[in-house]
């Protein structure tokens, strides 16, 4: 039964609006999770994206016309991590404790991680997984003229194996509890 | 007496700054909540569209043009729940723990009810009202080409009826309070 | 047939995903508008917020403790109307080229309009319904203390009549028309 | 030479800060697009999450717990189309004439392609992509405790072969060419 | 007369609301600009933050624990012209076609210019300045720890001379112009 | 070394990829804060914009023609405060208890204070010192037209001063704690 009937009903209103139920529908909800308790949560989400062996070459000795890909896809990754709840619509926010963005290059393409740190009720996998598409997509942005070809297109380019690769709770330690 | 001023004096900067004092301004102002309590909060709003009855039987039948309303407001609705504090200038940033959005087809229109819980310092009606405003002009949007007439007006369309159900302070109590 | 397909079929990879056929969605779909003209378009929406008759007072003379409720609603309503497109989820962004909040204290509550004028493909009617209601939502805002009872609920305040007075279309002139 | 300095010089201030100079910065930067010509562009991106079999079967019979995925996952992908530029940093703002959201089930997974149509002076194949990305990203998440093994990870979850399908320019024609 | 009881009068509503009349508000607006032509707008702004010498020298040698600050300052500017009418209540949106963001470092601290590229039909000065702002603060943040004194505050650090440099107009050329 | 690379460790899987570690970058990163205890943090910053006399006095007398500048300042400011975090890239979310925003007139222009009070694990200058900005640069926009010379350059108008006036962490006291 819904939240709103339930409480429609504990305060007693007693009288069920008949008409409204005709409407069945599939209904969105974002979870409830106030009776949950606090702790330390850690996810860790990669993927990578695929690039022409000249494009990684280009990356490797900055050389990239629009600026330095990496920094500005981790600058974006940051920022898009503490913006996931307005994104994602079911997604509860939560407070970000500490994000790290760790690209690195490798044979054909780039690899990212996103670990995120959170004091709070619910997981943090979905702020990694969306900082880490936000990545790949600005390393893409970043090097549009290198990948495309002469009709704009991107035979070559793309984004894959994206995973959560950890994701951990752990008891939540304060500075009173170590230096009480 | 403004904080500034206040924190002024307490730090001992003794001497105001008289020229300020010539503009009475009618200050807007975030009020303090810093020293409030942390309880379970809920809100209600509801509110209705009235449409024509020719747009209220689409939408039963999930005919409508531009794709299912209802799932659509519902969605719309708990984003914007979630960004009120962006929207409203006083309202405080909470967690937003439970969100529900629910439609109901009725004679001559749809009313939706919100519901949201919070554990925080203070209550989250407006954000309820605001997640009903955004489905209800949701809704209004998906059926704009049912509702026009021939100049494009709106002759009939008309939101109404918005108000606060239900507000209701609740002990706080954590899994750990449940199953100690 | 969706957009998509039909340009699957005019690129000529003709044969289709006959796997994907099964799933008969109801769609979400933001309309196509690319070929429409620009024209001069006009909204004005009003709506307004029954209040009590001493909080209505208290508006008259400014008295009102969280500042100026209707400069408030006036920022907050314009800030909106260029949000319109990131919170209904089916809107187009428009360029917005004036708006006007204009509340009017009137007996039991506050009326206002807003208006809004674009030059574009589409009407404006959403974007001004849009800033309009949370021009009513922030009134509301300032005015909580005011207004509830002492369970913090509101038996009195409401919003209501949200309707679009008129939509225009005009010709474009722009300064080259009139001063070649 | 950068911008800035080049706009220096024809204005004549002639004698450049040469401290300035040592900093030698892989400067970002957001391309000139202010002398291209305005076309129709249309970019199609696709790609697939990879999801258990017993996940699948839930979808199509519409068991998920947290609502329609897939009504939900296209809503949030054309809010995002509209926001690229607001995430992706060096991403230009451009008009947003239509959006497809076209998810498929399959076997093992869901494809999904999004649809992204603009006249103006750059391609919109980011913005196609990105929202593809948060079609992709919602699926997971309303999938979430379908998904998850004992210890809350995601063994089998996976978002790959995001690539874009198709990136056209089309002369624009506007409804004063076509009936004139 | 405000815009919307001229609309009132040309479309023959006749009676004015004569209650309404009493509120003499000074009412906030953002200016009409529907009859403007469009030109090409370029607006140069730039300011310093002064710091600590020993700051300057870590800045200098990318010693800064917290990242890189100048490329972490580019791209948060970048993304913040982009929403500068989301902050700044009256300004227009427009398009954005080019943005430079030039950081040097120089003696006592960092000056940064920033470029603003519009086709449009107004200034484009305060997107300069506000995508100046983001990157002086930014920097602020990135060399907290470094300015900070034992209290935890600033006696040194300062934000000064943000000023408009430039600001021109110029014909709109696209290509079609240039090569017909 | 890095988060990640210590999560990799700790969870055993041992083997560094030896391939990454060759991209040798200034990593961008959010710091962790999350082992902090929370306590009342205040920070006030302040500063000033220099106008025209005459502008000052137009002021102070409210004949600004966009509207009144200084309500218009106050509540962009706070919604800007609520902000921070979407723009500063590695800027803490925290909660926000109470905004005030202070314009005072004085010679020569316009001196703002912000404060800011928060219950968290991190201080709240840099929210101040972005909601102090916005609230000088919206005097500005809403200035515009008086501070403009014939070429539409701004030669006098200048913000300066921008400084964190105060800092204070206080011990958290709830109103369970005052009245148990």
Request: aromatic residues 4%.
């Amino acid at each position: 039964m819904p939240l709103y009937w339930v409480l429609r009903y504990t305060s007693g209103s007693g009288q069920a609006d008949t008409e409204s139920e005709e409407y069945d529908t599939h209904m969105q909800r974002m979870v409830d999770i106030s009776d949950k308790g606090e702790t330390v949560r850690i996810a860790v989400a990669s993927g990578r994206i695929r690039l022409k062996e000249d494009t990684v070459a280009k990356l490797k000795n900055k050389e990239i016309k629009k600026g330095d890909a990496l920094a500005c896809a981790e600058v974006a990754a940051i920022l898009a991590v503490k913006n996931t709840p307005d994104v994602i619509p079911m997604c509860h926010p939560v407070s970000i404790d500490a994000v790290e963005v760790e690209p690195s290059i490798e044979e054909g393409g780039v690899r990212v991680a996103v670990t995120v740190k959170s004091v709070g009720k619910t997981g943090v996998e979905m702020d990694a997984l969306y900082g880490l598409s936000v990545a790949l997509l600005t390393i893409w942005d970043m090097v549009k003229s290198e990948e495309k070809d002469e009709t704009g297109n991107y035979p070559h380019t793309c984004i894959e194996e994206i995973m959560v690769e950890k994701k951990e709770k752990q008891l939540l330690m304060t500075e009173t509890d170590i230096h009480p």
